[in-house]
């Protein structure tokens, strides 16, 4: 039995609106997290150790690589964390509509990008 709906969706092929991009990279991000939360955990697990083990992973973490990996990972957690936001203030009855979506949407990649800059000042 033919139904006509598409069989293989390519989601590269298909113009999304940004409020899709905002949920698909949410969810991304919120993937993403669990590890953040066990990467940060064995950070602070390794900083009390010892006096040492502190010193070892200070010197770990300050090649300008490893802090532009930083970055990324506290971007992503940020993002996630505005996101979320946006989704409690959408569920106060703000924003519910697609054009309150879309400025809430470009509100979080704004804020997404200066969270960016403020980290990478304040990781250099």
Same mark, same amino acid.
């Given at each position: 039995m *033919? &139904?006509?709906r598409p069989v293989? +969706? &390519?989601i590269s092929t298909m113009k999304l609106p940004?409020?899709?991009w905002a949920s698909i990279s949410h969810r991304v991000s919120g993937i993403l997290t669990i590890p953040i939360v066990a990467l940060f955990l064995w950070a602070l697990q390794v900083s009390l150790e010892s006096r040492d083990s502190f010193q070892i992973l200070q010197d770990t973490l300050s %090649? %300008? +690589?490893t802090k532009a990996f930083i970055l990324l990972v506290l971007t992503v957690y940020?993002?996630?964390l505005l996101a979320? +936001? *946006?989704h409690l203030i959408m569920d106060l009855g703000y924003g519910e509509t697609f054009e309150g979506g879309v400025i809430g949407? *470009?509100?979080l990649f704004a804020s997404t990008g200066l969270a960016f800059i403020l980290i990478g000042w304040w990781l250099w």
């Open positions: *033919k &139904d006509g293989n +969706l &390519d940004i409020t899709a %090649p %300008p +690589l940020v993002y996630h979320g +936001l *946006k949407a *470009k509100l």
